[in-house]
């Protein structure tokens, strides 16, 4: 990518929203990529990188979270800014105030937002009352911090992104929905297999499956494990009741439970795929301790790249 398309993407992202992946295209899912990457570098080498001094970001948690609360925190801070960490119990949101009037008064004081939530719809609405950028920390409906992480460090370990297989077994939730739709926009190849009542949004899997269409890649959904998994470079999963679930534990764990990742269903990947998981796990439910804590699992180094890929968000978006 040269200086000059560089600048240009620079400039686009600047003040942009970052709600969900179907909103940005393939070029600015990759300069993001690839700034986290080199702002990832300057981290480890100590070179200072202070592109947000001065300024201060807004994290809203309606959902509590140990990774993004972490490192939104500290990145802000590796970026020369603050962030102020608002639970639902700090806002008058709990109270009955509006989002529109919300947001507009917290646009007075910040230069930016994060919200993790429930109610995808209530991103929406805070990005459309707010002045300043809004930064999607996890919703229902889509994870793109997460997924931006998870693809840097598929670039990282693999040197590409485009024509590999990424294989997802399990509920077809916000992580599906963001990894597909990332795929999708990236040239790969994305395969799910979820049981009969677990399926992702009709609506993203047509617009991945537009979008892989015109990048040379795929969508593929199936009930099969084995055949999403068949030749699959990289191998998902994510616990059967996400946050907000847990009273349909038992019922998830009967529907799921020819679906767990293991040693067995993981010889049809690839010989050097790598294991993914987006944290937290519960080890012996979606995937046994033998693949999760294995030579190919590489969750600690998606874990730590949420610090790098948000700080990216942050420092295209609050510049």
Excluded at 4 to 16: I, N, P, T
Excluded at 236 to 255: H, K, P
Aim: a negative charge; proline letters at 2%; hydrophobic letters at 40%.
């Amino acid at each position: 990518m040269n200086i000059a398309v560089q600048e240009e993407l620079a400039a686009q992202l600047k003040g942009k929203d970052f709600l969900a992946l179907v909103d940005y295209t393939t070029e600015e899912i990759e300069y993001l990529i690839h700034y986290g990457i080199e702002l990832k570098r300057k981290q480890k080498a100590g070179e200072p990188h202070a592109v947000l001094a001065g300024k201060t970001l807004g994290m809203i948690f309606e959902k509590s979270s140990t990774r993004t609360r972490v490192s939104f925190e500290v990145g802000m801070y590796q970026l020369g800014g603050q962030a102020l960490f608002l639970s639902k119990n700090d806002l008058q949101l709990g109270r009955g105030e509006t989002v529109w009037d919300t947001a507009q008064t917290l646009s007075r004081y910040l230069d930016g937002i994060m919200i993790r939530t429930f109610e995808h719809r209530k991103v929406i609405d805070l990005a459309r009352g707010s002045t300043v950028p809004v930064i999607n920390g996890l919703t229902d409906y889509a994870h793109p911090c997460q997924v931006m992480a998870d693809y840097q460090t598929v670039l990282e370990k693999k040197g590409h992104l485009k024509g590999l297989k990424i294989a997802y077994i399990g509920d077809g939730n916000n992580m599906v929905h963001s990894l597909m739709m990332g795929a999708s926009k990236l040239g790969m190849h994305f395969a799910i297999a979820s049981p009969e009542g677990y399926d992702p949004d009709k609506e993203v899997c047509q617009i991945s499956k537009e979008n892989a269409a015109q990048t040379g890649g795929s969508v593929l959904l199936t009930r099969d494990p084995r055949e999403a998994i068949e030749n699959a470079d990289i191998v998902y999963t994510d616990v059967w009741a996400s946050m907000g679930f847990e009273a349909e534990q038992q019922e998830r764990e009967l529907a799921f439970k020819n679906y767990q990742i293991n040693e067995d269903l993981v010889k049809y990947a690839k010989n050097d795929y790598l294991f993914m998981h987006c944290l937290p796990a519960h080890r012996g439910e979606e995937v046994s301790e033998g693949v999760i804590d294995g030579a190919h699992s590489i969750i600690f180094d998606q874990a730590e790249n949420r610090l790098h890929a948000q700080k990216a968000i942050m420092a295209a978006t609050m510049i």
